[in-house]
């Protein structure tokens, strides 16, 4: 199996379905593209991900900072 981003093989089942064999909820170790097993191909299966869509070595080296997440808003 590879990650459908970035085809990096190294992919881990964070979680899987309260009924055991339903789903898995799997993520990249290197893109950390996480996906659940029954979406549709366009999200599981790297022939099919869409090109504009795809990460490379490279372009995961040069990406710009991550966006910090904002503090919540307190009402």
């Known amino acids: 199996m590879i ?4 085809a990096h093989d190294t992919i ?3 979680t899987a379905s ?3 064999g339903v789903w898995d909820v799997l993520q990249c170790h290197r893109c ?3 996906w659940r097993t029954t ?3 366009r999200r599981t ?3 099919a991900y869409p090109p504009e869509f ?3 070595q490279s372009d995961i080296d040069t990406a ?3 966006p910090a997440i904002p503090p919540l808003l307190t009402h």
């Open 12 to 14: 881990e089942t964070v």
């Open 18 to 20: 309260p009924v055991p």
């Open 32 to 34: 950390l593209y996480m």
């Open 3 to 6: 990650c459908p981003r970035c």
């Open 45 to 47: 299966r790297r022939a």
């Open 54 to 56: 795809r990460l490379t």
């Open 39 to 41: 979406e549709p191909e």
């Open 64 to 66: 710009h900072e991550t």
